[in-house]
């Protein structure tokens, strides 16, 4: 039993470790359920808008010619596109040092000028979007930043609370695990409402099972460790 209050405590800190990874790293899920259509409304929408007259007369010659809808065609009908709380750091930090984002800093890849044009459409009406209230997203970016640090403090300390065995360990867990969640769930909530308003309505942002993982590890931990602490302590006493 000599060493069983460390063996005990440091399963508990591989728990808390692999909590705030599965929090920070595991994916959040951009679902379109039902590309063609998407297309077809964003190519719309673009000829319509565009000023540019070279653009428009590609598009036109895309839809007199029907290889629009080959095109379209080759596009796969559903697509989701994977992205992390650490994705959107980077993202941010993008942003940040250019003022705007891209094609590749969204990951958005085009195998055909179809998929080139939505891509282009839908990073220049997230840039828009951004440029408009450009002084509340700084704002945010820095909120953003610091909370990630923020979290990754709050599980460190709950990590030496739990090796130096104190009860009060249970608050930055329960604080970490949900801020960090509640953050991300937010993030898409607002993201999924903006995407359906100007892009298509189609698009859905989902939190991965991992990300709930996460959070269940980080609550179930700062509910047990009170139990847990107090039978070691119990165990120590009886071998005192």
Known sequence: MKY???????????????SIYLLLLSSASLHINNTHEMATILV??????????????????????GLEEVLINGIPK???LKFSYADVYHLTSEYDQKGKISAKDLNLKANNKIEKLINNYVVNVINYKLSE??????????????????????????VVLIWLKRYSASIPLLVGSIVSFGALQYFCREASFA?????????????????????IIGVLLAVIWPVILKYIKKVESLNA
């Not at 069983?4 to 692999?18: A, E």
């Not at 509340?136 to 990754?152: C, E, G, M, T």
Request: net charge positive; with cysteine; aromatic share 12%.
């Open 195 to 215: 995407l359906q308003k100007q892009v298509y309505e189609g698009i859905s942002i989902k939190l991965d099972l991992g990300i709930w993982l996460g959070l």
């Open 4 to 18: 069983f209050s460390k063996i005990i405590r440091i399963i508990l800190i591989f728990f808390c470790g692999l």
């Open 44 to 65: 719309d929408k673009t000829a319509k808008r565009t000023e540019n007259k070279q653009l428009k007369a590609g598009i036109k010659f895309l839809k007199d010619s």
């Open 78 to 80: 559903d697509l989701t």
């Open 133 to 158: 209230e450009s002084q509340q997203v700084y704002h945010l970016i820095s909120i953003y930043r610091y909370s990630i640090f923020a979290i990754i403090l709050v599980y460190v300390l709950a």
